[in-house]
Each structure stands twice: as structure tokens, then as C-alpha cells.
């Protein structure tokens, strides 16, 4: 018996991370289809248009308001256009995250509004939503 020495087996302490990498590589991807689709909540003011509502409810928003006349309004009180670039600018170094929108007269010419989203681009916005009127409020004569 002193020929036959007992061996214990050794526990093997190591993860096989495969599957989880697998798994993550399937998030990445998921990740990576869906969420330009989520930044690009488009909102553009035509007359009427079947959209769904932008979540920013939890963060201040900059609403640059177009009317008829092409006046431009930053949270309803109006400025003039180089005025509302510079205000832009310090409010994004101040919140960069702060999602931008424009709200056009449906009667404003389309020029205007590329203006205004072009000076908000200069300003530093990362991107710019377009608010629309969707058909279930106009019919309740909102």
C-alpha cells in the first residue's frame, strides 16, 4: 500500500466566460440598431402627423418657436437671430445634454426653419427635434 499514494483532485475555480460574451456581443448589437432610432425622435410641425412624444420630462428642454412672420421666440419671448445663437451656446456649455427643439408656424416657409436649425447646429446642438401637432389633439380642437 505505500506504493499507491492517494492523489486528491483539484476543484477547477474557473468561469467559463464564453456564453457571456456571447450574450454581450448580442446586447452590443441590439444596442447599436435601436438606439439611433430612439435619438431620432423626429418631431417636425406639419399639419398634422401620426408621432409618438419625445420622453423629456425628466430634462429641461430649449424650444426655439417659428412664427408665420419667421420671428423666432426661445422659450416664448423673442430674439433676435444672433441673440438666440449665443443664448444657445451658453446654456449647452452650461447643460450640453439639454435637447433642443423647434416649433414652426405650420405657414412659415421651410427656409426659415432650416435656418433656425442651422444656427442651432453653429450653436453647438447636437441634434434638433422638430415639435409636430398630432391629428388626435387637432380633432379635440387643441
Given amino acids: 500500500m505505500e506504493g499507491y499514494s492517494r492523489k486528491r483532485k483539484r476543484l477547477m475555480s474557473e468561469i467559463n466566460v464564453v456564453p457571456y460574451i456571447d450574450v454581450m456581443l448580442v446586447l452590443l448589437i441590439i444596442f447599436m440598431i435601436t438606439a439611433p ?31 408665420r412672420d419667421g420671428r ?36 412659415v416657409g421651410y427656409g426659415h426653419v432650416v435656418k433656425a436649425m442651422a444656427l442651432l447646429q453653429s450653436a453647438g446642438a447636437p441634434s434638433v427635434g422638430l415639435i409636430t401637432e398630432t391629428p388626435a389633439a387637432n380633432e379635440r380642437g387643441a
Avoid at 431620432?40 to 426655439?64: F, H
Avoid at 422659450?75 to 451656446?89: F, N, Y
Fill in 37 to 67: 432610432l430612439l435619438t431620432q425622435g423626429v418631431k417636425v410641425d406639419l399639419p398634422q402627423a401620426a408621432s409618438k412624444p419625445v420622453d423629456t420630462q425628466d430634462r429641461e428642454t430649449l424650444v426655439v418657436t417659428i412664427d
Fill in 72 to 107: 423666432y421666440y426661445l422659450d416664448d419671448r423673442r430674439i433676435a437671430p444672433d441673440d438666440l445663437k449665443r443664448r444657445v451656446q451658453a446654456i449647452l456649455r452650461a447643460r450640453p445634454q439639454t435637447p433642443v427643439l423647434i416649433r414652426g408656424d405650420r405657414n
